[in-house]
DNA sequence: AAGACGGGGGC
DNA sequence: GCCCCAGTCTT
């Protein structure tokens, strides 16, 4: 019943079997919106829809699991209710309670963006893509994602999940996260949201669908409502669809850490406010591509200290780096510094490795202890 | 156009 | 180990 415009066969570019991919987009949108009506999950952010928690979940969401986010979210909104609270908030307390999610520059950002809605749209979340991409940290993604879920407008969106669903509809090849498939997906997914009875459902459900039913290594075609329209499984290739075309190697740096302990009290310092780890909170650490041994990183700290031992070392891998902690003790006499005590430690920003390596520090000693990490 | 940016889980 | 994930910003 669909009929082809002209236009399509011309966006589409040089891929016969690309263009017939969403020949019905009516049927895709249908069976999408369908399907996530009735098996779509039942997620915090989907109880109470406000331009407030789509704006919160959809920062959180960027580049993470929807597992890890749900308890961050729940707390998150417990600590800061309304775009208001979040918006007159310290940043440190932001980042505090972005703690262990990741990326912490969306922390960052979703605070700028909440002082920007309060300054510059009354408060409340603005309705429109032109709007919303004008927010720090607010792409083309999210911008759709919040005027279309939070506030039904007819607009696409195209995350990885749905570059990834509409690949394998289509029976292309490439990876998810390439420019140009990506620019390609979201011309298909202009076209579905326009034959969707209801926007908001259908791009939740694409997303939906690719993170569960469609997933990068191993669909479940069985459970696919697109099973029928899916022309990857009609070519029997449903294969691996990649993310990035091209991954990128890790560097290896040796973070030389020494635990200045008094007490109950550790000697605190703050990372710069850009980089790993912006503006969060580490004992004095020295940063070196190399491994220092004890008589090199002495020279190096800022701080006279007394007794620098090494204690053991660990790796922390990020998406760029190998960050090898090597652990030491030392004592000062000095009281210049931030200290923090056991009991304020959690309202410090901290890299989940320097809880860790902080937790140790304030544990009693005892001879019987464990070592949690290799030692060498 | 390519890198940087976290962390945990799947396999 | 490698790769993944409701992306965005910077250079």
Redesign the pocket.
Known sequence: MTTRSPSTRRRNGNDPAATAALERPREVAAAVEAWFARAGRT?P??EVRTGYTALV??FM????????VVPKFEEFMRRFPTVAALAAADEQAVLAAWQ???????AR?LHAAAKAIVERFGGRVPETVDDLVT?????????G?IASIAFGQRVPIV???VA?VLLRVAGREG???D?AIVAWAWDEATRLVEAASDPARLN?GL??L??TVC????PACLLCPLAALCRARANGEVG?????????R??RVYHHVVVVRRGDELLLERRAS?????SMWQAPTVEHDSLLDVDELAPRLALRVTGLSRVREFE??????TVVFVVHEARTRSRDGTWAARAALAEYPL???MRRILADALTPPSPNRPVRARSS
């Open positions: 997620l952010w989907r979940s959809e969401l960027q580049q993470t699991q929807v597992s890890r262990g999610l990741g990326y912490y520059r969306r950002l927010l720090p940290g607010v792409g083309r993604y999210t911008a994602s995350d990885t999940n990834r990876a998810s996260g420019p939740e997303m939906e690719g993170a997933p990068a290594s191993t691996p669809v990649r993310a990035k075309p091209t991954p990128t890790r560097t850009t980089g790993l780890w912006a922390h891998q990020t998406s760029h780096r890299s989940n490795p």
